[in-house]
């Protein structure tokens, strides 16, 4: 019934823009932002381990303030996980020196390897993200970042210590990441990118695991077991997108190494490729990751999409098991605040000699700003 009323939204929302910001007469902007989304997942087939579910998946609210060309910072808060996601201050070297030699960013925000998560949460293309980005992405930590953008390349270099704002995940990291974008122009877009990290753990004992791409379980159907004796976790990934008007392509390859004393090492390794076909004519808006699409027209945008992704946590004598999923799916953009996904999975695992084959429907109705 939630996700009902929240499409009844759609209606005011196409009437007006919503004045969720305000800009002084200094160049100053302060606002809100936020996302709501409500989902419904069903399982078919292999769906003993599953329990079909309805409920809110983010509450997401946060605040802004920025100075273009000078510094920005924010801090935004999701109710439904209660966890902190970003808390940061950026400011622009070029306002300080009066030469460009980048913006320096503090505070608790997202480490870079993992294509799929490093974007906001209100513009991901499917429900989930794809298994190999949920296994060996890091997650946010507390650190500072250095980040130079030139016409056609950036480069980010960030450092990591202590915990999270949670409480949780002690220890150290240094990350770089490098896009080379020779097409950068609205519909036109061309991002070739790596990356590579390296975490020290305070812990001395990790995991690598994964679950279907429908969120309201916590089932995992390939999981490496407890990794005793890590001493440190290297993750590198390998990134492609290209937009050509109305249609976009995404590409990614991930692999991480768990470095472990008096044991062999560990290797888990998996790759994300999906295209999407705007019907409606317009392009994905495009800032270093994707966005959502604005509509042209009053009728809304129509998206169309198809995503396989692996995952294969078998490795070092090691069953954590091998998984594959194709996901077919399709995104309503009633106006640039409203927006309803629906999602199909099927999913293959096998792990030590057992199969399991789930099939997911999922659909969301999201309010963001």
């Excluded at 273009?68 to 400011?91: C, E, K, P, T």
């Excluded at 969120?215 to 290209?242: K, N």
Aim: charged share 20%.
């Amino acid at each position: 019934m939630l996700i009902v009323g929240l499409m009844g939204v759609a209606g005011s929302a196409a009437a007006a823009d919503w004045p969720t910001s305000y800009k002084f007469d200094n160049g100053d902007q302060i606002g809100l932002t936020g996302a709501y989304a409500y989902d419904q997942n069903h399982f078919s087939g292999d769906d003993a381990l599953f329990d079909n579910d309805h409920r809110m998946r983010r509450k997401e609210f946060g605040a802004f303030y920025r100075r273009d060309g000078v510094f920005d910072m924010g801090v935004q808060y999701d109710f439904q996980s209660h966890l902190w996601l970003d808390i940061y201050a950026r400011v622009q070297t070029k306002a300080l020196f009066g030469k460009d030699y980048g913006a320096i960013r503090v505070g608790y925000f997202k480490t870079p390897i993992g294509l799929d998560s490093a974007g906001a949460t209100r513009a991901v293309s499917f429900l989930e993200a794809p298994l190999a980005t949920q296994a060996i992405y890091e997650g946010r930590r507390t650190g500072v970042e250095w980040a130079l953008t030139r016409k056609t390349w950036n480069l980010q270099l960030q450092g990591f210590a202590g915990q999270d704002v949670e409480g949780d995940n002690e220890g150290t990291t240094v990350a770089g990441h490098f896009t080379w974008t020779p097409h950068k122009a609205a519909g036109d877009v061309l991002h070739l990118g790596v990356g590579y990290s390296v975490e020290n753990p305070d812990a001395s004992s990790s995991r690598v695991r994964s679950k279907i791409e429908a969120g309201l379980t916590d089932t995992r159907l390939i999981d490496s077991g407890a990794l005793p004796g890590t001493t440190h976790i290297a993750r590198a990934g390998l990134e492609f997108i290209r937009i050509a008007g109305p249609f976009t392509v995404l590409a990614e390859h991930l692999e991480q190494t768990v470095a472990r004393e008096g044991f062999a090492d560990f290797n888990a390794q998996g790759n994300t490729v999906y295209g999407s076909w705007v019907v409606t004519g317009e392009s994905r808006p495009y800032t270093g990751t994707l966005g959502n699409v604005t509509p042209k027209g009053p009728a809304g945008a129509l998206e169309l999409l198809l995503r396989y992704s692996d995952l294969d946590l078998n490795d070092a004598g090691l069953e954590g098991g091998y998984q594959h999923d194709w996901t077919v799916g399709a995104n309503y953009y009633f106006t640039s605040h409203f927006k309803v996904q629906v999602n199909y999975i099927k999913a293959n695992s096998r792990r030590a000699g057992v199969e399991v084959d789930p099939n997911a429907f999922g659909i969301r109705a999201q309010v963001m700003f």
